[in-house]
């Protein structure tokens, strides 16, 4: 059974840093394309980041939202995803969810076929 395992979640002061990692397991994601969703209470799971997998390319995407203060990167070796977050804002506050899928780019939720259980981030004002 593929286990994707989300972890370093928790409290931040805005304008503070966080580490997100996702460990995957019984799968090998060298080729997944993975991707980071975050839904806040009340609201629709969004897109956040994906990072592809195929070779050396490790081509990314953002939402705009975050685009300049998150960062997506991957280790293959250990088999996880990693989601730098800087400069939160209380809106940023959301569980984070990390997913893997085979297609090469992604564009839909739909397309991600294994999903963690999320880990919650709290960003205090």
């Known amino acids: 059974q593929v286990l994707l395992v989300e972890s370093g979640g928790g409290s931040v002061q805005a304008g503070g840093s966080a580490r997100l990692s996702c460990v995957v397991s019984?799968?090998?994601?060298?080729?997944?394309?993975m991707g980071w969703f975050r839904q806040a209470p009340g609201k629709e799971r969004e897109f956040v980041a994906r990072?592809?997998?195929?070779?050396?390319?490790?081509?990314?995407a953002y939402a705009d939202s975050v685009k300049g203060r998150f960062t997506i990167s991957r280790d293959n070796a250990k088999n996880t995803v990693y989601l730098q977050m800087n400069s939160l804002k209380p809106e940023d506050a959301a569980v984070y969810y990390c997913?893997?899928?085979?297609?090469?780019?992604?564009?839909?939720?739909?397309?991600?076929?294994?999903w963690g259980q999320g880990t919650q981030v709290t960003v205090s004002s």
């Open positions: 019984d799968r090998t994601i060298r080729t997944d394309t």
């Open positions: 990072i592809s997998g195929s070779g050396s390319d490790r081509t990314t």
């Open positions: 997913a893997a899928s085979k297609l090469y780019w992604p564009t839909t939720m739909a397309d991600y076929e294994y």
